[in-house]
């Protein structure tokens, strides 16, 4: 079943930032958890979330360059973690519920973008280890610590629009294309939230999945300068182009989406502008909107079984 979706007008744009989505919330006595949390729009979100008074934990493949990224930030600490590596993200898991610390928002902000081939763990394509394993493991392993009312934030990208779920294939072992195993771990974090508020809303744990919009930051450090320019990323005076972001604007869906009431009734749904997205009219990702693969709950539902089995982790089975 395709579960669609239309915009509903909350007041806010593609113009607002991370900090104004948050200017009224208070989250004193909450935790957020921020993968990427010490990069590009990931550090805007921690920014953020700990101006408004929340407790931030950072996950970090470079605890010392997080450390670095986040010194001065009153409120956010700084913990180790390679998403792709899952023996590590047990391990985190398992230290967080030592501490048995409740947790009340997670954003699965980190990722990575059109990587040369590159295998991991029992050799899993990259893009879908990091972006989308990982973070399946790691929501499930934090299980137990996910607060009633907690919010799960997923990080897509309008690149869904290049590929669906490869059921095939999704390691693509034969005819690798870096966008395209891009685009498939994109679609693979909408589906993840579309399937995990099924499971979680009767105990209200909601998820969602956003596009945050685009943004050049160093998510796209595997992509030569020559190939951005030539993609129109970038004027002839050397700024992004027209439509595309700041990383304080591009943060802003992910901490709306991690706090607003407006979604109260909206579980799963797939965000943009700090907005529900509607569908797509174009290929044109710079407008966005969603293509009906991630809004499939039939494809969400198969996916968790196919993460499930990769993983051998569901905290929500």
Known sequence: MIKEQHEIGTGFGAADTADGVLSAVGLFGRTALVTGGYSGIGLEM?????????????????????????????GVEVDELDLADLAGVRAFAERFLRRGRPLDIVIAAAGIMACPETRVGPGWEAHFAVNHLGHFALVNLLRPMLSPGARV????????????????????RSSYDRWKAYAQSKAANALFALHLDTLGAAEGIRAFAVHPGSILTPLQRHVPMKEQRAQGWWTEEGKPAAGFKTPRQGAATAVWAATSPLLDEHGGAYCQDCDLAGPATSDDMLVGGYKPWVRDTDAAERLWELSAGLTGVDGFG
């Open 153 to 172: 934030v997923s990080l897509t990208s309008s690149g869904h629009f290049l590929s669906g779920i490869r059921w095939d294939d999704p390691h693509f």
């Open 46 to 74: 921690a920014r953020a979330l700990a101006a408004a008074g929340a407790s931030v934990v950072v996950p970090a493949r470079r605890p010392a360059e997080a450390e670095r990224a986040l010194a001065g930030v009153r």
